[in-house]
Every structure is written in structure tokens, then in C-alpha cells.
């Protein structure tokens, strides 16, 4: 449990401006000592990835709220904001509804300008029972959509969009 709260880039970044002058007064100080505390490998430059990501506009942090966001996530967070700017990813931001996303899928929905509504399928989809129950959990709105989703011919799938017949959403 402990770890959890340092290896979440945010809630570190919170730790370190609460107690900053106070129990430390460098990156370096701050990692030794909550090493120490948490007892966990924490080197200066996480602490100084977890600050940039917490000034990066909070309608970007607030996505990674019920998600969490990993230190490798931060990073990729940060490199994404490098490559297509803070306002660009602050507009996606508002476009995305983060029920049921974990923090990769915020990624890429974030990459994607917004437009990934639900999780990817899952890899080794090729049996006609596995990609029946993935299309009948999805909100696909037609037949073409929900193939390009699932990364099947659309031929797999039956009239009424499921590839097994009999088994249509009701």
C-alpha cells in the first residue's frame, strides 16, 4: 500500500511541494528520504518528472484521477504534451469520458485527439465465441465500426453484427 502513493507521479509530486523546504530542500534530499520512508528505490529524476506532470493544466491531471498515473505513464504523458502541446492535448481532454479507462487507454485516447471510447480488443481474438462475447460487452454503433474496433473482417461478423448467429444484443 505504501508504494502505491509514491509510484503515482501525482501524489508524488504532492508529497514533495507539501515538505519541501521543511524536511528537504533538493530532489536529491527529498528521494533519500522517502526511500527511506517507503522503503523503495526513488531516484531525483521520478520526483522531477512527477512536478512537471503536476504542472501540466489540471484538465489534463484530472483524467489520471480514479486511473492513477505510474511513473512510465507520466513520462509518456509528458513526451506527448512535448510533441503536441499542452492546449492540443487540453482540448482532446475535454472530449474524453474516462468511465472504465485505465490510464494506458486515457493515453491513447489522449493520442487518438479524443476519439477512443472504449478499450481496444484484446490480442488473439480469432475464435468465433471469444470475439461474440467482446462485441456483445462493446457499444458499437454498426457492423463496420465494431470489426475496425475488434481488428476483423468485417465478413466475420453476421447480419446482425455478432459473429455467432442467435447470440444478437437484445
Known amino acids: 500500500m505504501t508504494e502505491k502513493v509514491v509510484d503515482d ?6 508529497i514533495y511541494k507539501a515538505d519541501v523546504g521543511t524536511q528537504w530542500n533538493t530532489y536529491r534530499q527529498a528521494a533519500a528520504k522517502l526511500s527511506r520512508l517507503f522503503e523503495t528505490n526513488l ?5 522531477a518528472e512527477a512536478l512537471a ?3 501540466l493544466p489540471r484538465v489534463l491531471t484530472g483524467l489520471f484521477d480514479k486511473a492513477g498515473l505510474s511513473n512510465g505513464n507520466a513520462r509518456a504523458l509528458l513526451r506527448l504534451a512535448s510533441q503536441r502541446g499542452e492546449s492540443l492535448l487540453t482540448a482532446s481532454a475535454a472530449e474524453i469520458d474516462t468511465t472504465g479507462m485505465d490510464a494506458r487507454d486515457i493515453l491513447r485516447a489522449l493520442r487518438s485527439g479524443g476519439q477512443v471510447s472504449s ?3 484484446p490480442p ?8 461474440a462475447a467482446y462485441y456483445l460487452r462493446g457499444k458499437f ?11 476483423i473482417p468485417q465478413s466475420r461478423l453476421s447480419e446482425d453484427g455478432c459473429p455467432v448467429r442467435g447470440l444478437a444484443r437484445a
Do not use: C, D, E, Q
Request: hydrophobic residues 55%; without cysteine; positive net charge.
Open 43 to 47: 531516484a531525483p529524476p521520478r520526483i
Open 119 to 121: 478499450r481496444a480488443a
Open 9 to 14: 507521479a501525482l501524489r508524488l509530486a504532492a
Open 141 to 151: 454503433p454498426s457492423k463496420g465500426v465494431a470489426a475496425a474496433h475488434m481488428g
Open 124 to 131: 488473439g481474438l480469432n475464435a468465433p465465441l471469444a470475439i
Open 53 to 55: 506532470v503536476s504542472r
